[in-house]
């Protein structure tokens, strides 16, 4: 044979025949629902682990509906490091991240909103902070805070009145016209009270729940990632709320590039890590302090981490 290669089996050449391009819309248990220009269908996995967004190769499966057999390079991947330290895909293929906020219930936590934000940077994905809830009302801290990321192009909605939502989906059709957009933030936010509003025809968005009373936190009624096309053009994920998120594959350099706040600080050495005391520094004087606490926490809290993987 030609060029030393060796010939596939007839079994390989008769699989690769019936192999069918698809793409993950939905994950279930050890199981995703696979969509392509036919329909959807629940493939279960054999190997490779597989994420909404994906691009997968599948074939028909005897009694199970199909057999996914492959899944093809990822041009982008939202990851984060679970408790125990492995680092978990969320989603591939997004072009940019919604990040999810509420100004009272739960209460806003600019900390988390930061790491999405240089997380989604980092990732090469394009970022949007939207205000839900805007029917409670906006503390004047809360105010405060969003002022300091408004480099961060920002939206204000309210799922419960409909206030907003139109300018959301307009803006939701141009933003994901080429790849989906994932909804993220923390438990109770409304992440799925907003695709419930943008998709009023759907009945299968997933259980919308209330604040925790004794906490005052989400109680994660989204429990599984799921893409959802839009009737106005665009797709967008709904993705299980967090309490804490935990970027993976960050290091601390990227931090400093990627946050809100630091793009025209120059400090005495270009290498500068903005910590307190560094020589040189001057982000005490330029960033406020509200941003440069968040920065610290977030870039020493993975320099930590990088200490402890050294060899």
Not at 77 to 97: H, Y
Not at 133 to 161: C, F, H, I, M, Y
Not at 239 to 248: E, K, L, M, N
Not at 256 to 276: A, I, L
């Amino acid at each position: 044979m030609r060029g030393g290669g060796k010939r596939p089996s007839r079994g390989r050449r008769a699989r690769q025949a019936d192999e069918r391009a698809g793409e993950v819309v939905e994950i279930r248990g050890r199981r995703v629902v696979v969509r392509d220009p036919e329909g959807e269908r629940v493939c279960f996995l054999s190997g490779e682990r597989a994420v909404v967004g994906d691009r997968v190769r599948w074939v028909e499966a005897r009694g199970t509906g199909g057999k996914l057999v492959g899944v093809e390079p990822r041009r982008t991947a939202l990851e984060r490091v679970d408790a125990i330290g492995r680092v978990q895909v969320l989603a591939a293929n997004l072009g940019g991240l919604i990040v999810v906020t509420a100004p009272v219930s739960p209460p806003f936590r600019a900390g988390l909103l930061d790491r999405y934000i240089v997380t989604a940077r980092s990732a090469g994905l394009d970022v949007v902070i939207v205000v839900n809830k805007l029917d409670e009302g906006v503390p004047a801290e809360v105010e405060e805070a969003l002022a300091l990321r408004d480099e961060v192009e920002q939206l204000r909605v309210s799922a419960a009145t409909g206030e907003g939502l139109q300018d959301l989906r307009h803006a939701l059709a141009e933003w994901s016209s080429d790849a989906p957009w994932a909804l993220v933030g923390h438990s109770g936010v409304g992440k799925t009270s907003l695709v419930a509003a943008l998709l009023p025809e759907r009945d299968d968005i997933g259980e919308i729940g209330a604040l925790s009373s004794h906490w005052g936190t989400g109680q994660h009624t989204t429990t599984r990632s799921r893409l959802f096309e839009l009737p106005g053009g665009g797709a967008i994920v709904d993705s299980p709320g967090i309490r804490t998120f935990a970027p993976g594959r960050l290091s601390s350099i990227e931090v400093r590039r990627f946050f809100p706040g630091f793009g025209t600080v120059r400090c005495k050495y270009r290498d500068c890590r903005h910590r307190e005391g560094e020589e040189g520094c001057v982000a005490d004087e330029l960033v406020p302090a509200q941003l440069l606490t968040s920065y610290r926490r977030m870039h020493d809290e993975l320099v930590a981490i990088e200490e402890r993987q050294r060899p």
